[in-house]
């Protein structure tokens, strides 16, 4: 069975920091991009960024660069988001996603999602 958990959502304020964790199990971590989307209240989800098994990044978001990085650990099967300079924009419900090889990382090709973990920036 495949699981998706992430971790390390909660209560900032502006200017914060925080760093997402998503560890994945029953999958062959390696052979799958990985990524974040997130999902503010009201509004539908969004693709965050990405990162492909040879470790290229892709950020779609363009109020996040430059403030957000992500990166994997394949021995770990952990892929993070590290979240500086939180803004209260960035509050969302953060989902971490899996897309077999490097194939086209969008919402309806999404092989495995994680349950998602909650941020709060407050202003």
């Known amino acids: 069975q495949v699981q998706l958990v992430e971790s390390g959502g909660g209560l900032v304020q502006a200017g914060d920091s925080l760093r997402l964790s998503c560890a994945a199990s029953?999958?062959?971590?390696?052979?799958?991009?990985m990524g974040w989307f997130r999902q503010a209240p009201g509004k539908e989800r969004e693709r965050v960024v990405s990162?492909?098994?040879?470790?290229?990044?892709?950020y779609y978001v363009d109020s996040v660069k430059g403030r957000f990085t992500i990166s994997r650990d394949d021995a770990k099967k952990t892929v993070y988001l590290q979240m500086n300079s939180l803004k209260p924009d960035d509050t969302a419900v953060y989902y971490c996603?899996?897309?077999?090889?490097?194939?086209?990382?969008?919402?309806?090709?999404?092989?495995?999602w994680g349950k998602g973990t909650l941020v709060t920036v407050s202003s």
């Open positions: 996603a899996a897309r077999y090889r490097d194939r086209l990382f969008v919402t309806d090709s999404i092989d495995y």
């Open positions: 029953g999958l062959p971590f390696s052979s799958y991009a």
């Open positions: 990162i492909t098994r040879s470790g290229i990044t892709t």
